[in-house]
C-alpha cells in the first residue's frame, strides 16, 4: 500500500482523543509598550495580540483533523471559565467535537499561555500556566469514565494524552487508567494509544508511545535500568514504541526491538509538539495497515512536517506526501 492510498484511508477512521484538552494561547506583545504601572512602577507587559489553538490532547486532534481522519472527538474536563469556551470554540472551528467535554465550576481550564516578542517573533518571556494542583473533584472524574465507558464502542481509535506534568497528574487518573485497560481488553480489535510523559508505566494492556528519556524514566522507576523490553512486559501491549528524535524509532515487541530509522531535519525550526504529531499519523497508519512499521514511519513523516513550522503545527496529507518526496 503506497503511502498515498494509506492518507486516503484516513477519511474512513474515527478518532476519540481522551485526557489532558489543554488551551494554547500566543499573546504577542509589544516592548515599546512596557510602561510601568501608575500603582506599582512594575513595568506591563502590553499583549497587542492573542491567537487560541487547542493544546496537550488538543495538539493531536488537530493533527488528526489536519490529517483528514474522518471523525475526531476530545473528552476531557475543563473549566467553566472564558478559557474553556476559547477551547470549545478553536475546537469547533477545526471540526472537532467539544461535546464529550466534563465543565467543571471547580476547576479552571489547564490553559498555557506564551509572550510571543513583537519585534522579534520570538517567545522571550516565562510562560504563564493556568494550572489545577488539587487532585481532579470525584464528580467531574466520575463524568470523564462514564463518557469513555459510553462512547468508546462509537470510535476506532482511542487515543490517551496524559500531559498533565503536576503530581497528582491531570484528567488521567487511575480510575481512567483502568476504564481504559478494561475497554482495551474487550476491545481487542480497537487500538488504544497511550502518550503519557510522566507516567507510562502505570498503563496496562494498550499501546504506549512514550520518547526516549519517558522511557528510560519509567524504566528507573520500575528498577529496570534501561530495559524497554521489561517496560513492555510490565505493560503488556501490543507494542510499545519508542521514539528517538532523530535517530527514529524503536519497537519493542514480545518478539524483540527493531529500530526504524528516519532521515534528520536540518534545522528544524520548533520541535514543540512533534511527538503528538508522530502519533496522530502512527495511530492513523496503524489502523489502516495494521503495521508498527508503517505506523513509525507516517508517523515520522507527519512529525518531519511540523517540526518545520512555528508552534504545535498540523501536517496536511499533501504536505505528507511532498515530505516523502524529498526524502527520495
Known amino acids: 500500500m503506497t503511502t498515498r492510498e494509506i492518507l486516503e484511508r484516513f477519511r474512513r477512521l474515527s478518532v476519540l482523543v481522551v485526557g489532558d484538552i489543554c488551551l494554547d494561547r500566543w499573546c504577542t506583545y509589544d516592548p515599546a509598550a512596557a510602561d510601568p504601572s501608575r500603582e506599582t512602577g512594575i513595568p506591563r507587559v502590553g499583549v497587542t495580540e492573542t491567537k487560541v489553538t487547542p493544546g496537550a490532547g488538543g495538539t493531536v486532534a488537530n493533527n488528526l483533523a489536519a490529517l483528514g481522519a474522518g471523525r475526531v472527538a476530545v473528552l476531557g474536563a475543563i473549566g467553566a471559565d472564558g478559557f474553556g469556551w476559547d477551547l470549545t470554540q478553536a475546537l469547533t472551528k477545526r471540526g472537532i467535537e467539544p461535546d464529550l467535554l466534563?465543565?467543571?465550576?471547580?476547576?479552571?481550564?489547564?490553559?498555557?499561555?506564551?509572550?510571543?516578542?513583537?519585534?522579534?517573533?520570538?517567545?522571550?518571556?516565562?510562560?504563564?500556566?493556568?494550572?489545577?494542583?488539587?487532585?481532579?473533584?470525584?464528580?467531574?472524574?466520575?463524568?470523564?469514565?462514564?463518557?469513555?465507558?459510553?462512547?468508546?464502542?462509537?470510535?476506532?481509535?482511542?487515543?490517551?494524552?496524559?500531559?498533565?506534568?503536576?503530581?497528582?497528574?491531570?484528567?488521567?487518573?487511575?480510575?481512567?487508567?483502568?476504564?481504559?485497560?478494561?475497554?482495551?481488553?474487550?476491545?481487542?480489535?480497537?487500538?488504544?494509544?497511550?502518550?503519557?510523559?510522566?507516567?507510562?508505566?502505570?498503563?496496562?494492556?494498550?499501546?504506549?508511545?512514550?520518547?526516549?528519556?519517558?522511557?528510560?524514566?519509567?524504566?528507573?522507576?520500575?528498577?529496570?535500568?534501561?530495559?524497554?523490553?521489561?517496560?513492555?512486559?510490565?505493560?503488556?501491549?501490543?507494542?510499545?514504541?519508542?521514539?528517538?528524535?532523530?535517530?527514529?524509532?524503536?519497537?519493542v515487541t514480545d518478539e524483540g526491538e527493531t529500530r526504524l530509522r528516519t532521515r534528520a531535519v536540518e534545522r528544524p525550526v520548533d520541535i514543540c509538539g512533534a511527538g503528538d504529531s508522530f502519533s496522530a499519523g502512527a495511530a492513523l497508519a496503524l489502523a489502516v495497515t495494521g503495521s508498527p512499521r508503517e505506523a513509525a514511519r507516517i508517523g515520522n513523516l507527519v512529525a518531519s512536517v511540523t517540526i518545520m513550522k512555528k508552534g504545535t503545527g498540523t501536517a496536511t496529507p499533501a504536505e505528507v506526501l511532498e515530505a516523502e518526496a524529498r526524502q527520495g
Open 102 to 251: 466534563v465543565e467543571a465550576y471547580e476547576l479552571q481550564t489547564f490553559t498555557y499561555t506564551k509572550l510571543l516578542n513583537a519585534s522579534t517573533g520570538e517567545e522571550d518571556l516565562p510562560r504563564v500556566d493556568f494550572i489545577n494542583l488539587r487532585e481532579l473533584p470525584a464528580r467531574v472524574e466520575e463524568g470523564v469514565v462514564q463518557r469513555i465507558e459510553a462512547h468508546a464502542a462509537e470510535f476506532d481509535i482511542i487515543m490517551v494524552s496524559d500531559q498533565a506534568e503536576t503530581h497528582q497528574g491531570g484528567v488521567v487518573t487511575a480510575p481512567v487508567r483502568d476504564a481504559v485497560s478494561r475497554l482495551a481488553a474487550g476491545s481487542p480489535s480497537k487500538i488504544f494509544w497511550v502518550d503519557s510523559r510522566l507516567r507510562p508505566e502505570l498503563f496496562r494492556g494498550v499501546i504506549v508511545k512514550p520518547n526516549r528519556d519517558e522511557a528510560e524514566a519509567a524504566c528507573r522507576r520500575l528498577s529496570a535500568g534501561a530495559d524497554f523490553r521489561a517496560l513492555h512486559r510490565h505493560i503488556g501491549g501490543p507494542f510499545l514504541m519508542v521514539t528517538h528524535g532523530p535517530d527514529g524509532v524503536l519497537i
